[in-house]
């Protein structure tokens, strides 16, 4: 798997912005350090209740650019695409009341979502796309997560060369928002496997790495200590912001 050095940044106007900050940040202890040590502010000052902006139809980007996650390659995701996706199931357990297997014809069939929003990558760019799919706070209804579940954890179909998973996670609170969307289309058409098909993460109130491809499996958890690196992300564990706000 190619990857490229991310940018730990929470240096939300840059990015939003899309101007390129030079990669020699990323290997800059003391500029990680410092850009951590906003976390806890960016939290509390942003915090998750706000709405990303709205987009009109014609702001839609004609080019909507593919980040450096190559597309999984493993037989079980290689077999799916060939099968276009009809075996594929998302599971949701954990913490909940009715853990949950559906398909994608039970996704569809679900009350579906859609938002045109902006897309921020840490790797310099932005895009404009619409999303619809299932609200995960739909999902989560249906499931009911028992007293004491803080986060909900995402499990992907892509691992790195190490065998190391994707993962993200989001607390509660950025699982409910409103925007908080289990992406099935892009620009009203099946999300293809580039861009993380068949299920995609979309928070368009987070920056893209917490819109997880690929996802394949959903967790409720009371901590993410126990999960690989304890830090509740695969980029964050190497010393990524966990919230990443906007």
């Known amino acids: 798997m190619k990857r490229k050095l ?40 942003i915090g998750t209740h706000g709405l990303a902006r709205q987009y009109a139809p014609s702001d839609i980007s004609k080019d909507f650019p593919i980040n450096s996650l190559d597309t999984p390659t493993d037989r079980i995701y290689t077999q799916l695409v060939g ?14 009341a009715r853990p949950q297997t559906l398909s994608l014809a039970q996704l569809n069939a679900m009350p579906q979502s859609a938002q045109i929003t902006r897309h921020d990558c840490v790797e310099g760019w932005s895009a404009i796309a619409q999303w619809s799919g299932v609200a995960l706070r739909d999902l989560l209804a249906l499931a009911s997560p028992r007293p004491g579940a803080n986060f909900v954890v ?12 994707y993962y993200e996670s989001l607390n509660m609170a950025q699982a409910m928002h409103p925007q908080a969307l289990l992406a099935l289309r892009q620009n009203g058409a099946p999300i293809p496997p580039d861009r993380g098909a068949p299920v995609r993460l979309k928070v368009p109130t987070q920056l893209g790495y917490k819109s997880a491809k690929w996802v394949r499996h959903i967790e409720v958890v009371a901590s993410l200590a126990h999960l690989f690196g304890g830090k509740g992300g695969y980029w964050e564990d190497q010393g990524y912001e966990w919230y990443a706000g906007i």
């Open 154 to 165: 995402f499990y992907t179909f892509d691992q790195d060369s190490g065998g190391m998973p």
């Open 6 to 45: 991310f940018i730990a940044s929470s240096i939300s106007a840059a990015l939003a912005g899309c101007g390129a900050i030079g990669t020699k940040l990323n290997d800059n202890q003391a500029a990680h350090s410092v850009l951590t040590s906003a976390e806890d502010l960016n939290l509390r000052v």
């Open 83 to 96: 099968a276009a996706f009809r075996p594929y199931r998302l599971t949701l357990t954990g913490m909940v």
